[in-house]
């Protein structure tokens, strides 16, 4: 469902926790992390959308959270040729979204990165609200600045003077605390059922869910 200038109506979501750091999940099969994100689909509103898409990418319903912000107005960006379908160039140009602030009331084992049988996300951690964004795809970065700009001032206890940074180094950040979701065996030896990831390749705190039936191809690890 394209509007009429080739953009899909798209719902992101900063999730937060309780130490007001932000939900951060590495695409599958990837070396990206991102905030979750999905397509509105037809008859959906916005909030109806971010509540599907929650439940799905990261397995929390709606009990287990409290919208506390929404951006006024959709947020573009466009995606780069080479990550569209050939039968879609010329259509479709990229997304406009609208994102959702929401801070978790559940607990960090209410997470399930299993929650459907298309897990989007392979691992996630914690991280500071100002997140580095030098490990998000180069064509997002504009729009995650938008929305962690736009939504700031809804944050508890979050200091609005720090400023976003895309090089990886955050004015006034400080070393988050991570929790681990779960720990799997291979984790603890550095093996992965991922022969191209292990344990050593996340950042601290980070936990590896692998996907035990090896079923997704590399090649479906992106989504625009």
């Known amino acids: 469902m394209l509007d009429r200038d080739g953009f899909r109506p798209n719902v992101g979501i900063i999730l937060l926790n309780q130490r007001s750091q932000v939900f951060w999940g590495k695409r599958i099969r990837t070396h990206s992390w991102q905030f979750p994100q999905g397509g509105i689909d037809r008859g959906e509103n916005p909030e109806q959308a971010m509540f599907r898409e929650l439940h799905e990418e990261v397995g929390l319903m709606p009990h287990h959270v409290q919208v506390l912000a929404r951006t006024r107005d959709w947020l573009r960006y466009e995606v780069p040729d080479r990550f569209i379908r050939r039968d879609a160039r010329g ?27 298309h897990p989007e996300f392979d691992a996630w951690r914690w991280n500071d609200y100002w997140v580095p964004l030098d490990v998000v795809v180069e064509f997002k970065r504009g729009v995650y600045e ?74 479906q690890g992106f989504k625009p």
């Open 91 to 117: 259509h479709y140009r990229g997304q406009k979204q609208i994102w959702f602030l929401l801070q978790l009331v559940g607990h960090d084992w209410d997470l399930n990165l299993r929650a459907t049988d």
């Open 146 to 219: 938008m929305a962690l700009c736009e939504l700031s001032r809804f944050v508890p206890r979050l200091d609005a003077r720090a400023e976003v940074r895309t090089d990886g180094r955050n004015e006034g950040r400080t070393e988050p605390r991570h929790r681990y979701l779960r720990t799997d065996v291979r984790q603890r030896s550095g093996m992965s059922a991922d022969p191209g990831m292990t344990a050593m390749d996340l950042p601290p705190g980070a936990s590896f869910d692998p996907d035990p039936q090896n079923s997704l191809n590399p090649s």
